[in-house]
């Protein structure tokens, strides 16, 4: 999840052209990924697919601000029907600098789609069932090297289904095999924020309409329930900090709302802050860039607790990684995961 609403949303208009050969009026379809794999179509022959009836697409690629690289749809924690955007050279453009691949050699891999079943098999893996089936839409996607390695969005507000995103050039090492370690890693930071981040959790509210007594997420206008990880979690661990944070962030972000892009001084300006701010509370962070925001933080702090052991020592980070033991469905989660961790042979 990014951190502002307004830096979440500098829109790039996305120009995607269907596939060449591909009949516009009938389309090849494929009901499954499986069925993909099964065809007996060779890999030069695989036609864009793009007739999703439950989602826009025509809208969602125009809010993109990175390259979309595959696109499924999810049917009851499996794969389903898929799209191949055609890897257009206006838009490659935009990440060219921070790739060190040809177009033509991203179009290729576009087509070794194992690579896609492979990462889904983790994401399906280390998500328990109950969170798994709010996943619609599953995204490869790249910004090219750092930015963004994943995030997920709801594909409606208030739906409680989400897309799930990940940076395919993120995911892999210098010789194009999965960065098992950050894959793992990545898949459980946004199995965070749909646990914290979920209806279940969190409503769309106003900020005059919000609960005076619990934590509010201007940059969603997100209210967090009384009794709702996120709020018990701000509540112990940021309400002292938080006016530090916040008079910096908001003072300076929210009049730049509706601005297209970010002025890069404040870019700077913003980097060198949360910087600064992580040094000076070094000690309550178990990253860096869990000093971002209070959803970074659970988000970053719950990817600890599922991947490393009960921290014994008495820093608030190690306060933040044992709250989650309070919650014996955290810790059911966590067992989930650690489980499939262990059948691979990777614990």
Known sequence: MKILAWIVTLFILVSFFLASGCDSDHPEEYDSYQDLLDSEQTESDLETVYDFSSFDFENYYVQVDHLVIAYFEVQDGILGRVILPEIDSVRFADFEDNLDYTIEELAAAQEQLYIADLIWEAVAGLIPDQYLLQISFFELFTDGYSAFLGSVEEVESASGFFIFSLDLVDMLDDSLNLNAELLFETI?????????????????????????????????????????????????????????????????????????????????????????????????????????????????????????????????????????????????????ARDYLKSIGWL
């Open 188 to 336: 459980i930071h946004e199995l965070g924020h749909i646990i914290t981040l979920n209806t279940d959790q969190v409503a769309w509210v106003e900020k005059e309409d919000s609960n005076p007594v619990t934590y509010y997420l201007y940059e969603y206008d997100l209210d967090t329930a009384y009794d709702s990880y996120l709020n018990l979690f701000f509540q112990r661990f940021w309400r002292d900090i938080y006016p530090e944070w916040s008079d910096f962030y908001y003072r300076y972000g929210l009049q730049l709302e509706g601005e297209e892009d970010m002025p890069e001084e404040f870019e700077a300006l913003l980097k060198g802050y949360l910087e600064s701010f992580y040094e000076k509370y070094e000690n309550h962070f178990v990253t860096r860039y869990a000093a971002t925001s209070p959803t970074e933080d659970i988000a970053e702090t719950f990817m600890f607790f599922i991947m490393h052991d009960q921290p014994e020592g008495n820093l608030v980070r190690d306060h933040k990684v044992r709250f989650f033991y309070d919650f014996p469905e955290m810790v059911d989660v966590r067992n989930h």
